[in-house]
């Protein structure tokens, strides 16, 4: 596989070093593996750090910045950050007020969040730690014990991010975290497998003509694989697995994340075959984000997360943000 890369061993810091040079707004660690907001600590104000292994890009370090994070951890591909990056990272950022550790349920990333909060907590850093765990495909995985972490991942950042934007307290930026992920619920289709720089070679096979239904964002196996399907029918099949899970009354917000392989121009298409379930299932759509900003390398597919919002998390999620990633309201 053709890769825009040096060497394999140097691909996140080469990334990192580029990301600097792009977003002067940033306070980029190459060498700790640490992205932070230039203004951090931001008096008064409470901390959300995030982080887990890079090849998901913008998730993390593209969510940095006032109105969501303000620290993101880098790992190696596919691999979660070590706890020493999430301590140095949540004493970059604590103002006093404490920090949120959002961490998306995957093994080593739970593991090490949860020693990094001790360690943390030792040297006087008030921390709390919400896992994201929204995907409807599958109970367990290859990583995880339980629903993996995905596309809602985005959700739980932005809204909880505003709340401490606000100056919520620590006590009431968890619950509102915690609250955007019990409302959220996602559904991945890979088209093709990711290839990583070290392997150089597809991480796993998936045979011509078929495609993965409830795949993971490292490619982990889904619910079943069959021959491939028109965009209508993979939206028919992924938004109704997310309802029958999430069960709506409400208004939603909706998601439609592409792998990192997908064009905008599919991308669009499908979201209007999204749109369609919806409306035929008789649940409003408040707000539609659609892009590539949960990925897995060059994987092709697509993810559909839908969350479910009350007049709060709708505000909230309106709210200004200015990130790499995502910028409105300002």
């Not at 040096?6 to 996140?12: L, M, R």
């Not at 929204?134 to 950042?157: K, N």
């Amino acid at each position: 596989m053709k890769m825009l890369i040096n060497v394999p061993e140097t691909v996140v810091a080469d990334a990192l070093r580029g990301m600097a040079a792009a977003h002067p707004e940033l306070t980029v660690d190459v060498e700790r593996r640490v992205v932070l907001r230039r203004d951090a600590p931001v008096a008064g104000k409470v901390a959300l750090v995030s982080g887990g292994g890079s090849g998901h890009e913008p998730l993390h370090g593209g969510f940095v910045g006032p109105g969501m994070l303000d620290a993101a951890c880098p790992g190696e591909i596919f691999t979660s950050p070590v706890p020493g990056q999430m301590v140095a990272a949540a004493a970059a950022v604590d103002s006093g007020a404490g920090v949120l550790f959002v961490v998306k349920n995957y093994t080593g990333d739970v593991l090490n969040f949860e020693m990094a909060a001790e360690l943390a907590e030792d040297e006087g850093v008030r921390v709390a730690r919400v896992l994201v765990d929204d995907d409807a495909a599958v109970t367990d995985s290859l990583y995880t014990a339980g629903r993996r972490g995905t596309g809602g991942t985005l959700f739980v950042e932005k809204i909880a991010g505003a709340a401490a934007e606000e100056g919520a307290p620590l006590e009431r930026v968890e619950a509102v975290a915690r609250r955007v992920n019990e409302r959220c619920r996602s559904f991945g289709v890979a088209l093709s497998a990711c290839t990583t720089p070290a392997k150089g070679s597809p991480t796993f096979q998936l045979p011509p003509g078929e495609l993965e239904l409830g795949v993971g964002i490292h490619g982990e196996p889904g619910r079943e694989r069959r021959a491939m399907m028109t965009s209508r029918e993979i939206a028919d099949y992924a938004v109704d697995v997310v309802v029958d899970d999430l069960r709506p009354r409400g208004p939603v917000l909706v998601l439609v994340n592409g792998m990192g392989g997908t064009p905008l121009l599919e991308l669009y298409g499908f979201n209007a075959e999204v749109q369609r379930v919806l409306g035929e299932r008789g649940i409003p759509v408040a707000r539609t984000l659609v892009g590539n900003h949960v990925t897995s390398l060059d994987m092709a597919g697509c993810s559909v997360t839908l969350c479910e919002v009350d007049e709060e998390l709708l505000r909230l999620w309106d709210a200004p943000v200015q990130t790499a990633a995502l910028r409105w309201g300002r």
